[in-house]
T-cell receptor
């Protein structure tokens, strides 16, 4: 069974630009969660999607948004990038709701904002 | 109340030693406590998890000890090996209700 895949793996953007990251969950998984990982703050929850609906949202500004498609693939978008958005963005999928079933993480997308 | 405090930040042990990583939480509604292992360039991978109805769980060389009254849980790695060198994260959640809340991580180095 293929694992969680994330594209692109690395991205360099300029402050003020916007970016879209993609996540393909494990086949059959309906929940996709997004996390931001930084050395200072650790892993912080961004949002969770289940069956195309946002179920939970973390404490991030509205510049961070996401969506899930009918095939469970998910995208997250960050608009008006700031230097502080530089981080590893991780996607995790689970069969059922996050917290009810084991979450499997992808390798992440390393975003650098200059 | 949603925080999970993890210590130490970093840990160096010799091969064969037993590193212990501790986590503490405040929210008594948490009912699922997983540990994740992350190698450089990889996403976190679930190592072992426990629910509050048991005080200890072992899987291979990894053991979770859980103290409900103290609101603490810890990870022990028996006979540690250099291949165990990684960053370890504890987490907690209310099943089916809230997302995982992660500790800040512990960077473990096992030296030969």
């Amino acid at each position: 069974k293929a694992g969680v895949t994330q594209t692109p793996r690395y991205l360099i953007k300029t402050r003020g630009q916007q970016v879209t990251l993609s996540c393909s969950p494990i086949s059959g998984h309906r929940s996709v969660s997004w996390y931001q990982q930084t050395p200072g703050q650790g892993l912080q929850f961004l949002f969770e999607y289940f069956s195309e609906t946002q179920r939970n949202k973390g404490n991030f500004p509205g510049r961070f948004s996401g969506r899930q498609f009918s095939n469970s693939r998910s995208e997250m978008n960050v608009s008006t990038l700031e230097l502080g958005d530089s981080a590893l963005y991780l996607c995790a999928s689970s069969l059922g709701l996050a917290g009810s079933d084991e979450q499997y993480f992808g390798p992440g997308t390393r975003l650098t904002v200059t | 109340q949603q925080q999970v405090k993890q210590s130490p930040q970093s840990l160096i042990v010799q091969k064969g030693g037993i590193p212990i990583i501790n986590c503490a939480y405040e929210n008594t509604a948490f009912d699922y406590f997983p540990w994740y292992q992350q190698f450089p360039g990889k996403g976190p991978a679930l190592l072992i998890a426990i629910r509050p109805d048991v005080s200890e769980k072992k899987e291979g060389r990894f053991t979770i000890s859980f103290n409900k009254s103290a609101k603490q849980f810890s990870l022990h790695i028996m006979d540690s090996q250099p291949g165990d060198s990684a960053t370890y994260f504890c987490a907690a959640t209310i099943s089916g209700n809230t997302p995982l809340v992660f500790g800040k991580g512990t960077r473990l180095s096992v030296i030969a």
